[in-house]
C-alpha cells in the first residue's frame, strides 16, 4: 500500500466516522431537546467531535507520510473510543427509527376513536421519555466495551495449545514443540512492557523453535525498536524462523530493505522464498516460508521455496494469509501443514450461540484455528498486535503451542 492509497483508505473511513458522527449526535440532540435539557449538553458534544476530527485528521495525515510514534497511537487510541463506538448505536437509531416510521405510516391509514386524547398523550410523552433515557443510557455500553478491549483485552495474551497429528512425522520429532506468535505489529504498543510480557510467555514454554508469520510492523522499520531487546533474547533462546506479512511492505523501497536488515539482525532466520532442514539425521522436517501472497500483492515463490526439498518429508510452510492456502497448497503443493495469521480473528467477534461472529467472517473462509483438508492442515493465529482501532473484543492475542504428534502411534494406541 502506497502513500496515496492509505490517504484514500483514512478519507473513506473518515467519511464513514463523521457521516455516523453527525447521525448519532443530531439523534441525541434531538432527545436533548425533547426532555428540556439544556442545550449545552449536546453543545459540548459538538465540541468534542470538532476535536476528535481535528485528530484524526492528524493521525490520517502522519500515517500518509509513514510517520507514526507514540503520540499517534495516543491519538487514535482517543479518536477510536470517540467514533468506533457510535457505528453500532447510528446502526440501532437508524433500525429503531425506519421501525417508528413504518408504524406512522401504517397508523396513519387507520381511523381510531380516542376517549380521552388529552390524557393518553400525557402518558405517552411520559412513557417516550422514560424510554429514551433508558435507550440513550444503554447506548454508553459499547463505549465502555470498547474502553475494556482497548485497556484490558488487548495485553490479555493468552497461550492456546494444539497437537499436530501428522501421518509421515519421523519418531525422534514426536513431543516437539513449536510455538507460533503473528501480528506483532510493533507500531500498537506504547511500551516495550507487553512484548517483553510475550517475550516471558515464550521462554516459560521452552519450545524447540519459535515461528513468526509475518506483520512484524504497521508499517515503519523505526517501529520495531519498542520490541527489539524482547525479539533480541528470544532469538537468543531459542531457534526463531519468520516470514513477512502484507504490512512489512507498506513502506519505501529503503525502508522495507531496512525492516528485513533489522530482523536479521536479531538473530531470526527471515525465509523469503525459501526453506530449512530442522532436525538431524531421519529425525528432521521441512521449515519453509515465502514472502507475502494476499490482496494487490504478489512476492512469494511457493516453487523456489520448495526447491529442492527431499521427496516425501514433513513440511511445514509459513505464509502470512491464510488465502493462500486454497490457492496455491491444498492438493497442489506437498505441503503438511501451513502456519498464518493476518486475520487477527476479526479482532472484533461475538459468541452467538456457540458460533463465532466477526467481520473477518465475511471477508475470509478461514479466519482462527485449525482447518483440515484431506491430510493437510492450515492454522490461523489471531495475532498480538493490532490494526486499526487499537482494541481486541471478544478475539484476545495468541501465543500458539503446536506439540507435534505421530498419527500411526495414535492408531497403535487405539487400536
Known amino acids: 500500500m502506497n502513500q496515496n492509497s492509505i490517504l484514500v483508505f483514512s478519507v473513506v473511513v473518515g467519511l464513514i466516522f463523521v457521516v455516523a458522527d453527525v447521525y448519532v449526535l443530531y439523534s441525541f440532540r434531538q432527545f436533548i431537546r425533547k426532555q428540556s435539557y439544556s442545550p449545552w449538553w449536546y453543545r459540548c458534544m459538538w465540541m468534542l467531535s470538532a476535536v476528535a476530527l481535528a485528530m484524526y485528521v492528524v493521525v490520517a495525515w502522519r500515517r500518509h507520510l509513514f510517520r507514526i510514534d507514540g503520540i499517534d497511537l495516543k491519538l487514535f487510541m482517543a479518536v477510536s473510543l470517540w467514533y468506533v463506538p457510535k457505528l453500532p448505536v447510528a446502526l440501532v437509531i437508524g433500525i429503531v427509527s425506519m421501525v417508528r416510521g413504518l408504524r406512522k405510516l401504517l397508523r396513519s391509514k387507520e381511523t381510531q376513536v380516542v376517549p380521552d386524547k388529552k390524557r393518553e398523550d400525557m402518558v405517552l410523552i411520559s412513557r417516550r421519555k422514560l424510554l429514551g433515557s433508558t435507550a440513550w443510557g444503554m447506548a454508553s455500553?459499547?463505549?465502555a466495551v470498547m474502553?475494556?478491549?482497548?485497556?484490558?483485552?488487548?495485553y490479555d495474551f493468552t497461550v492456546v495449545h494444539h497437537d499436530l497429528v501428522l501421518n509421515s512425522l519421523p519418531p525422534g520429532l514426536i513431543g516437539y514443540k513449536i510455538v507460533q506468535i503473528s501480528d506483532i505489529h510493533a507500531g500498537s504498543f506504547l511500551s516495550s512492557d507487553p512484548f517483553q510480557e510475550v517475550r516471558r510467555i515464550v521462554d516459560s514454554i521452552n519450545p524447540n523453535l519459535v515461528v513468526i508469520t509475518g506483520d512484524f510492523v504497521n508499517a515503519v522499520p523505526d517501529e520495531l525498536l519498542i520490541v527489539q531487546q524482547a525479539l533480541k533474547k528470544m532469538a537468543a533462546n531459542f531457534p526463531v524462523y519468520a516470514t513477512?506479512?502484507?504490512?512489512?511492505?507498506?513502506?519505501?523501497?529503503d525502508d522495507h530493505a531496512r525492516l528485513i536488515q533489522r530482523i536479521r539482525g536479531y538473530g531470526i532466520d527471515l525465509l523469503n522464498n525459501e526453506h530449512r532442514l530442522i532436525g538431524e539425521g531421519a529425525d528432521r522436517f521441512v521449515l519453509a516460508g515465502i514472502d507475502n501472497v494476499g490482496f494487490r500483492q504478489n512476492y512469494g515463490n511457493i516453487g523456489r521455496a520448495l526447491q529442492g526439498v527431499p521427496p516425501d518429508s514433513l513440511t511445514m510452510l509459513l505464509a502470512h494469509d491464510p488465502t493462500f492456502w486454497d490457492k496455491a497448497v491444498v492438493g497442489k503443493q506437498p505441503v503438511d501443514v501451513m502456519l498464518s495469521g493476518h486475520t487477527h480473528g476479526g479482532q472484533v467477534a461475538l459468541n452467538v450461540m456457540g458460533f463465532t461472529v466477526s467481520p473477518a467472517n465475511f471477508v475470509y473462509?478461514?479466519?482462527?484455528?485449525?482447518?483440515?483438508k484431506g491430510n493437510q492442515l492450515l492454522y490461523v493465529n489471531s495475532g498480538i498486535g493490532?490494526?486499526?482501532?487499537?482494541?481486541?473484543i471478544g478475539v484476545p492475542p495468541e501465543i500458539t503451542v503446536f506439540t507435534l504428534k505421530s498419527a500411526l502411534k495414535m492408531s497403535s494406541a487405539n487400536a
Open 141 to 143: 455500553v459499547p463505549f
Open 147 to 154: 474502553a475494556n478491549g482497548m485497556i484490558r483485552t488487548v
Open 244 to 253: 513477512l506479512g502484507n504490512h512489512d511492505h507498506y513502506n519505501t523501497a
Open 365 to 372: 473462509e478461514q479466519v482462527a484455528g485449525l482447518y483440515k
Open 386 to 392: 493490532t490494526v486499526g482501532p487499537p482494541v481486541r
